[in-house]
Nanobody, 116 residues
């Protein structure tokens, strides 16, 4: 069983930055793929960024060049550095862990609000 706790969300003006953190407990963090999703009001949850156990990253086109996902296996934490934020980045951001056997775990989410 994996537990995930996100933090770092908040209210920021357009053009600003935030760094989200997701602390994991349980399981073997270093072998799990980690990702960030977001859900805006009235919209489906969408993938923002992902990082494999080997450190390979991929991003949604809408955030490429602005967001950076990283992981610290020693701290069992994955980060999402968000720069040049836009109002359309507003939403609840969720951390997700995928274990090699295929089970998926979600955090409770953290709210990000970008004002124009």
């Amino acid at each position: 069983q994996v537990q995930l706790v996100e933090s770092g969300g908040g209210l920021v003006q357009a053009g600003g930055s935030l760094r989200l953190s997701c602390a994991a407990s349980g399981g073997i963090f270093r072998i799990n793929a980690m990702s960030w999703y977001r859900q805006a009001p009235g919209k489906q949850r969408e993938l923002v960024a992902a990082i494999s156990s080997g450190g390979v990253t991929n991003y949604a086109d809408s955030v490429k060049g602005r967001f950076t996902i990283s992981r610290d296996n020693g701290k069992k934490t994955v980060y999402l550095q968000m720069n040049s934020l836009k109002p359309e980045d507003t939403g609840v951001y969720y951390c997700r862990s995928t274990v090699p056997a295929g089970s998926i775990y979600w955090g409770q989410g953290t709210q990000v609000t970008v004002s124009s």
